[in-house]
């Protein structure tokens, strides 16, 4: 990593230091200031995925709550996680800026996380062991004690979204990109970004999890209480040499002005000639937006009644003012329509990540009731999500290595796959993840039978765990591409004044995933009641194998409505290039 240059001048126009002050190029940002993000986020992903990949187990076995309960308890945690990194996003935005943001929903998590580690400590706040040697049932958690518990993730949750959704942006403020040589070090930031998650994530399923599983919850759930505090007094240590940036809004105003504006003109006619809406060229020189004016289209025309102009919508004083919940530029109206049209896509990637939660439940509960021994070490079993990041990390280098260059010579594409074709590799590795899901499960089952270990919940199948291998690397291997995808796909979308949305857009897909996983498991459980329960607490006398084909026959069914929209979609450089219009140069990727 070397020094970055002292070159166009000592301060910089765009970022300020921590006293308010330009900051000076030599003595701010940098990989020092970037060095400490990178660890506050490695220790986040270190406590996220520490409480989050072995949750379910902890839910079943101290907490004794059904398999389906504990399920979906886990999934409303990852999915409320997710959510709320887009309310961080935008009060980080509009309100508080990155750096306050991160800092005080850090905070926020260590609470989470220190609560959730006294609750495994004192005896009161859990259920009592299973007795099932005098035949007695487990006890369930009372309500009391759920009430801390969800107190603790949810706060958890709460921390978790307001902190991912700055880390990245923050960390890519500390480069200039007007400078060739920061903007290089800027593209190595995210490649190291990358890194440590994918480092905490390891560290995460494997030592975490062994602790959790032979130390104990509360030696587990502290180390990472003690983690995300080590982040956060690594990253308040940097406070010094940061570069700030001066708040730039949420595009989620921007969208709500438009529709607004839109609706209170709806009475109004709309002009035969685009040329009579309003546009940025009609801005008053001082008020000036910089952004590329964009050329008007026929599709989603109720919104361009936002752009007709009335004398009312400017006001009497000398400063013209414009109002924009009155009065939107037609290039603003375009943007909003370049979102919309972007959202069927959007909505077909979100099915995804509803197979990506069983990795972290069912899965997982699966590998609980079967050998686990190489050796005399016996694997805890939520640690066969290593199989998950190792395909993750294993995929990316092979797709730039080997499927890039094939993909250019047949495709004739720079790129190899562009974004969309990307995506759609991932969601058919999602589909195969769930066949093989569903085998492995029926021959689970057939040995839990022929060793008439059905009616014994605790009992080890004499069937290797590696059998689930082939589904938590599917799924991984899916994540690269479909991840990876739809962050460029967004990024590249996106208008050039809203690239916030690009994030926002993608982390609400996982989201809702992980919601979506909540209601479908709730509606199979509830339709197949208790006499042949899909989901029963006792996986050997359920039918896990038909939720997975369920999952299955949705994701094929998703993926050619899928193919559908991804045949209508226009690329945004091709459609504007139609129009004789030459795209402006993308900002760079801040995720």
């Known amino acids: 990593m070397t020094e970055l240059p002292q070159t166009q001048g000592k301060t910089l126009p765009d ?66 996680s997710f959510m709320l990194c887009l309310l961080g996003g935008f009060i980080a935005d509009t309100f508080l800026g990155r750096y306050l943001t991160i800092a005080i929903f850090a905070t926020v998590q260590a609470a989470g996380v220190t609560i959730l580690t006294i609750s495994t400590i004192i005896p009161s706040l859990r259920p009592p062991k299973c007795n099932l040697n ?53 593209t190595n930031f995210f490649n190291w970004f990358f890194f440590f998650i994918s480092i905490g994530s390891l560290a995460a399923v494997t030592v975490l999890v062994y602790i959790q599983d032979n130390l104990g919850r509360e030696w587990g759930y502290g180390i990472c209480a003690c983690a995300i505090v080590f982040g956060l007094v690594v990253f308040l240590s940097g406070t010094r040499r940061y570069r700030f940036k001066k708040l730039v809004g949420s595009p989620l105003t921007q969208i709500a002005s438009v529709f607004v504006a839109a609706w209170r003109k709806r ?25 590329q004016r964009l050329p008007h289209t026929k599709q989603f025309r109720f919104l361009d009644k936002a752009a007709i102009f009335k004398d009312s ?59 686990r021994h190489i050796g005399s070490f016996e694997i805890p079993g939520a640690s066969l999500t290593f199989f998950f990041v190792g395909s993750i990390l294993l995929t990316v280098p092979v797709y730039d290595r080997i499927i890039v260059p094939i993909a250019r010579k047949v495709f004739k594409t720079p790129q190899g796959l562009t ?20 085998l492995c499960e029926i021959k689970r089952l057939r040995a839990a039978r022929s060793h008439g270990l059905t009616n014994d919940p605790t009992a080890e199948i004499p069937l290797s765990v590696f059998w689930l291998v082939p589904q938590f690397f599917l799924v991984g291997a899916g994540e690269a591409f479909t991840y990876i995808g739809q962050l460029d796909f967004f990024l590249r979308e996106c208008p050039k004044g809203m690239k916030t ?77 139609e129009e004789g219009i030459e795209l402006e140069e993308p900002e760079p990727a801040c995720h």
Request: proline letters at 3%; charged letters at 15%; one cysteine or more.
């Open 267 to 291: 009475h109004l006619d709309l002009p035969s000639d685009p040329s009579m809406f309003f546009n940025i060229d009609d801005i008053p020189v001082e008020g000036k937006k910089t952004k």
């Open 134 to 186: 005098h035949g007695q049932s487990c006890i369930q958690a009372s309500g009391m004690q759920l009430v801390v518990l969800y107190i603790a993730l949810y706060l958890t949750a709460l921390g978790t979204g307001g902190l991912k959704s700055s880390v990245s942006g923050f960390g890519s403020d500390q480069f200039d990109d007007s400078d060739p040589q920061e903007r290089n070090q800027m």
């Open 501 to 577: 949305m690009s994030t926002g857009l993608f982390l609400s897909t996982l989201s809702l995933g992980f919601f979506v996983s909540s209601l479908l498991v709730s509606l199979v459980h509830k339709v197949t009641g208790d006499k042949k329960p899909w989901l029963a607490d006792n996986l050997n006398q359920g039918r896990l194998y038909d939720f997975y084909w369920l999952l299955a026959i949705l994701s094929a069914l998703n993926f050619v409505i899928y193919l559908a929209f991804a045949r209508w979609y226009v690329y945004k450089d091709k459609r504007l290039a």
């Open 419 to 438: 974004p969309l074709q990307r995506i759609g590799v991932g969601l058919v590795l999602s589909i195969f993840a769930m066949v093989a899901a569903a």
């Open 15 to 80: 970022a300020w230091d921590y006293k308010g002050r330009p900051a000076e190029r030599s003595k701010t940002g940098g990989w020092t200031s970037a060095a400490m993000i990178l660890g506050g986020e490695a220790c986040e992903r270190l406590t996220t995925l520490g409480i989050a990949v072995n949750l379910v187990t902890y839910l079943t076995g101290t907490m004794h709550l059904g398999n389906a309960s504990a399920a979906n308890t886990v999934t409303n945690f990852l999915g409320t």
């Open 313 to 371: 919508d400017m006001s009497n004083s000398t400063t013209v003012v414009i109002n924009k919940w009155n009065l939107a530029t037609l290039t603003d109206v375009e943007e909003v329509k370049m979102v919309i049209r972007m959202l069927p896509i959007w909505a077909t990637t979100i099915i995804f990540w509803t197979v990506y939660a069983q990795m972290t439940t069912f899965s997982v509960s699966q590998a609980t009731t079967m050998n």
